[in-house]
């Protein structure tokens, strides 16, 4: 094991990751998926239309939506349609604004939603229910978009939303069954939002940051059809044991599963007849930069899959027995290797400490491959640049991590049982600090091998 040499790696494996980020600039993709000839609008990817819309045809145009990922979209949207563009409303995380002159911008809390999200909600709302047969809605839709958009339904509070939040981010909760509890306890998600700016046609503009790139669970498809339903909400509540509830928030899903609350609308809905819900970048179009840019650095490469799902832990180990693989026989593939997968994993919080997905999984990795006999680094992470509540997108680890960690009279297996990655991965100066990346499509994870 060469320490030159796995420094080389580090820097290597930055520079993979810093491509797949390019490959999914928000800005880019809203110009790659919206493209004016004179005064028609052409939707869809180059050579492949969805649809061709005549801009006569409307008296007015505006921008909505919410995410990580939403104001560059926003501001792709305002240079393209010019003096067209009439109006907006978007929400985003607290720093991830852009100069916008048409489109007003609230910043508002993620992952726990706010006020700010709440009073940037209700301005949407009220645009899109003042719109008319002739009226054409953007909606630009991005991973976060699901905190960013809060409207708590009936007499929900948003406190009683936060403590939910909380409640299911701590236990473990996909993120599929997280949205089906969003949608159900507001009034904006769920395609709730489509039947709001119903007669208006709308073209729905979706960064993708969940796996298998499902409409209807990006930011809860606020413009989408939902499958979820009332039911399943219970079932979720019952399957994490979640005997502390808020009793409003009970209540209130108890009475859509009796049928005395409408249920969010789904496929067969006629307000969906007028909605172009097209997706402008997701993971996998990272994960095929980065695989690009370790060819072309000198590694034979591999995507293992976008659509990892699973407990971070878990997951780790088995990348490092993919790592150790190839040292000992060459398979899957032969080294220089890097092997690249995406997705989004779970943490399941037992600890007091900070951290986040990717450093967790970073840390699981070290631990596994201390006092191997190769050379090998791991990278993971959030697309996003903000890796739980930290200011760290990830981390980059090799077999040496543990060992700097020891010096430092430290122990690893303690952090991650204190769900402390951040603090050891801190000590050991292996975090990934990207700042905002403005994009979102889950996380990207590299092993390098040589």
């Known amino acids: 094991m060469e320490e030159e040499l796995l420094r080389e790696m580090r820097t290597q494996s930055e520079k993979i990751f810093r491509s797949s980020l390019r490959a999914v600039d928000p800005y880019e993709a809203v110009k790659k998926f919206v493209r004016l000839q004179g005064d028609t609008l052409i939707l869809g990817a180059p050579g492949k239309p969805v649809a061709e819309l005549d801009l006569r045809n409307y008296e007015r145009i505006s921008v909505v939506g919410g995410g990580k990922a939403t104001a560059p979209m926003a501001k792709a949207m305002e240079n393209l349609l010019g003096e067209r563009l009439c109006d907006g409303f978007i929400n985003v995380k607290y720093g991830f604004t852009e100069d916008l002159s048409r489109i007003k911008t609230v910043e508002a809390g993620h992952p726990v939603p706010d006020q700010n999200g709440v009073e940037g909600t209700r301005r949407i709302l009220e645009l899109l229910q003042a719109a ?3 009226d054409l809605i953007f909606s630009l839709i991005s ?36 949205n089906a509890v969003r949608k159900h306890i507001s009034a904006s998600k769920g395609g709730q939002m489509a039947r709001a700016a119903f007669p208006a046609t709308v073209a729905n503009l979706m960064l993708s940051d969940v796996v298998g790139d499902r409409m209807d669970v990006i930011a809860s498809g606020p413009f989408v059809p939902d499958s979820s339903t009332f039911e399943d909400v219970l079932r979720i509540f019952k399957k994490y044991d979640l005997k ?4 409003r928030i009970l209540d209130h899903v108890k009475g859509g599963e009796a049928g005395r609350i409408p249920e969010t609308p789904k496929a067969d809905a006629p307000i969906f007849d007028r909605v172009w819900n097209i997706i402008v970048g997701s993971n996998i ?12 650095l000198g590694y034979e490469t591999l995507i293992l899959s976008s659509m990892v799902e699973g407990e971070t832990r878990e997951v780790a180990k088995v990348h490092c027995a993919i790592a150790k693989e190839i040292l000992k ?10 092997v690249i997968s995406g997705g989004e994993t779970t943490v399941t919080i037992r600890g007091q400490g900070l951290g986040g997905r990717n450093q967790e999984f970073c840390l699981a990795a070290a631990i ?13 992470g959030g697309t996003d640049g903000n890796d739980g509540p930290t200011d760290a997108a990830g981390a980059i680890v090799d077999p040496l991590t543990i060992r700097r960690g020891k010096s ?10 204190d769900n402390d990655s951040y603090h050891f991965l801190e000590k050991t100066e292996d975090l990934l600090v990207t700042g905002p990346t403005k994009t ?9 091998v040589r």
């Not at 179009?285 to 072309?296: F, R």
């Open 368 to 380: 596994e491959l201390a006092g191997i006999h190769g050379n090998v680094v791991v990278l993971s």
């Open 408 to 417: 430092k009279g430290i122990e690893a297996l303690d952090f991650l049982n």
């Open 285 to 296: 179009l990272a994960l095929e930069a980065a695989k690009d840019k370790a060819q072309e």
């Open 132 to 134: 008319g047969e002739r």
């Open 329 to 338: 026989t060459g398979l899957p593939i032969l080294a220089p290797a890097c």
């Open 244 to 247: 502390e509830v808020p009793s």
């Open 440 to 448: 979102n499509v889950m996380d990207v994870r590299l092993l390098l």
């Open 143 to 178: 991973g976060g978009g699901s905190a960013l958009l809060p409207q708590p339904a009936g007499p929900i509070s948003l406190s009683e939303k936060q403590e939910i939040t909380r409640t299911l981010l701590a236990c473990g909760a996909s993120i599929d069954e997280i």
